[in-house]
């Protein structure tokens, strides 16, 4: 009797584990996606947007006068050197809410300036590009995808940064919006599968 007791424990673990893997058991709205062709450069392109401060949920840097959240104490870690770290609510171009964005800037000094987000979708997945600190056009920073998840996992491409003021606010000069542009050119899986063509 205890055997068929233990079988059936184990048994049934395995069952609820199965389940767990087929049947998600948090099913995420998904806002839909506003994906534009690019005809004449290939691929396509995706806008997001962060409207600055009304979406920076937090700001961590060593040194700052006013803290978000309030009361939060940044720690005084040598190693951290001048990192600025800040959380935002991540906009698509319907200015839906559709996830968060964390933006690392730091100084290295071996690779100088250092600039990486980090974009997580939760319905669709999280992708993390590293931005050139020079401005490609005069107020545009450009990156390469460097890593992603899920549907981000293979996805080849770039992603511009450019921060555009707020004109009817010009009392606050740190009042606008940063706009983010990711462009698609390709997936691993096609070049892998291309390679193996050849």
Do not use: C
């Amino acid at each position: 009797m205890i055997k068929v007791f233990i079988v059936g424990i184990i048994l049934g673990v395995a069952g609820v584990l199965a389940a767990l893997h087929y049947i998600p058991a948090v099913d995420q709205y998904r806002e839909a996606s506003i994906i534009t062709m690019k005809p004449n450069h290939g691929g396509n392109s995706e806008d997001f947007h962060v409207k600055v401060p009304v979406d920076r949920i937090m700001i961590g840097a060593s040194g700052q006068t006013n803290p978000l959240p309030t009361g939060m104490v940044w720690p005084n870690d040598p190693r951290l050197g001048d990192a600025r770290v800040e959380l935002f609510k991540l906009r698509n171009a319907r200015d839906a809410v559709v996830g968060v964005a964390s933006r690392l800037a730091t100084e290295d000094p071996d690779i100088g300036t250092l600039i990486e987000w980090a974009l997580h979708l939760p319905a669709r997945g999280t992708v993390i590009v590293k931005i050139s600190p020079q401005a490609a056009d005069g107020n545009r920073r450009v990156g390469e995808l460097s890593a992603g998840t899920r549907e981000f996992s293979t996805l080849v491409g770039t992603m511009s940064e450019r921060w555009v003021a707020e004109t009817a606010n010009s009392e606050d000069s740190s009042a606008g919006r940063i706009e983010l542009q990711m462009s698609v050119t390709g997936s691993t899986v096609r070049k892998q599968d291309e390679e193996v063509a050849e």
